[in-house]
C-alpha cells in the first residue's frame, strides 16, 4: 500500500476547481464502472487509479494497467474523495484535446445547451444525447464544466460518449444549419413533426433562452402543460429527454 504524498493530495482537491483542472490539464472520476470504460475505450486518457477497496485489484489487472494501479487506505481515499460516500475507486486522467466545431453536421440532430450551470442538468442532457444517439452536444461558454465532478457522475459515463464543442451563438448561426429553440409559449412540438435536422437550443434553468436564440430561431417549439396538475415549469434535463424521444419519430 502506497502512502500519498501531501503533493499529490493538494493536487487532486485542487482539481474541484476548473481553473486548476486547466492548469495542470487533468480531472478526476470516481467509480468502477466509469473507470472500467475509461480502461476499455480511453486508456490514453489514464494516469493512475488510486483504490481503498482491495477487491478491484484483480478487476483492473485485465486491462494491463497494474502499474497504474495504486493500494490507498480508507482515510486517505476519503481525505482524496469528491463524494460524501467515497466509491473505493479514484481515477487521474488527462483532459482530452479540446473538441473542434464539426465542419460538416448535416443530417444531424445537435443540442445547443445555452446557459446550463447546474453541473447535475448538463450532465443528465448529455446522458439524454448519449441515449438518442446525437453525436454531438454543443455548449455556450457560460454552462458549467463538462469535467465537473457532477457532470461526470451524473453523465453516467456519456461524457466520454458525447462530443461536447463549446461555442458562442454567433458561430452557431454562422453555419447557416437551421436553429430551433425549445420555451415556454412555443409551438407543441407533439403538434408538430420533428424536423430532419437541425441544432436544439435548451435555455437556462432559470431564465429560458436568451433573446437572441429567441431572434434567430428557425421556430420555437414548446412541451405542453396542458394536462399540469399545478406543475408550472419542467427541469430542463426532462425537457431534454422528451424532445430526444420526438426527434426520433
Not at 493500494?71 to 460516500?85: D, F, G, R
Not at 433573446?211 to 434535463?237: H, M, T, Y
Request: aromatic residues 8%; contains cysteine; charged residues 20%.
Amino acid at each position: 500500500m502506497e502512502q500519498l504524498s501531501k503533493a499529490r493530495i493538494k493536487l487532486i482537491h485542487s482539481l474541484q476547481h476548473k481553473k486548476y483542472r486547466l492548469k495542470y490539464d487533468k480531472f478526476i472520476v470516481e467509480g468502477l464502472k466509469i473507470t472500467k470504460e475509461l480502461l476499455a475505450g480511453h486508456q490514453n486518457m489514464v494516469e493512475s487509479i488510486y483504490i481503498s477497496n482491495p477487491d478491484y485489484q484483480s478487476i483492473l489487472i485485465e486491462y494491463g494497467k497494474d502499474d497504474q494501479i495504486l493500494s490507498v487506505s480508507p482515510q486517505e481515499m476519503k481525505s482524496i474523495s469528491q463524494l460524501a460516500t467515497p466509491p473505493g475507486i479514484l481515477t487521474l486522467c488527462k483532459l482530452p484535446p479540446v473538441e473542434e466545431l464539426p465542419k460538416d453536421i448535416n443530417g444531424k440532430k445537435i443540442f445547443y445547451l445555452e446557459g446550463i450551470r447546474d453541473p447535475g442538468n448538463l450532465g443528465t442532457i448529455l446522458r439524454v444525447a448519449d441515449w438518442f444517439g446525437m453525436e454531438y452536444a454543443f455548449l455556450s461558454p457560460d454552462c458549467a464544466d463538462v469535467y465537473n465532478q457532477k457532470v461526470i457522475q451524473s453523465s453516467m459515463s456519456s461524457f466520454l460518449r458525447v462530443k461536447t464543442c463549446e461555442v458562442d451563438l454567433q458561430q452557431i448561426i454562422s453555419l447557416n444549419f437551421p436553429v430551433y429553440a425549445c420555451d415556454m409559449g412555443g409551438e407543441d412540438i407533439q403538434k408538430q413533426a420533428p424536423p430532419a435536422e437541425g441544432i436544439f437550443v435548451l435555455g437556462n434553468e432559470s431564465q429560458g433562452i436568451s433573446p437572441d436564440s429567441r431572434q434567430n430561431a428557425k421556430k420555437i417549439f414548446a412541451v405542453s402543460n396542458q394536462q399540469s396538475l399545478g406543475a408550472e415549469s419542467l427541469n430542463v434535463a426532462s425537457v431534454a429527454a422528451i424532445v430526444g424521444a420526438w426527434l426520433q419519430q
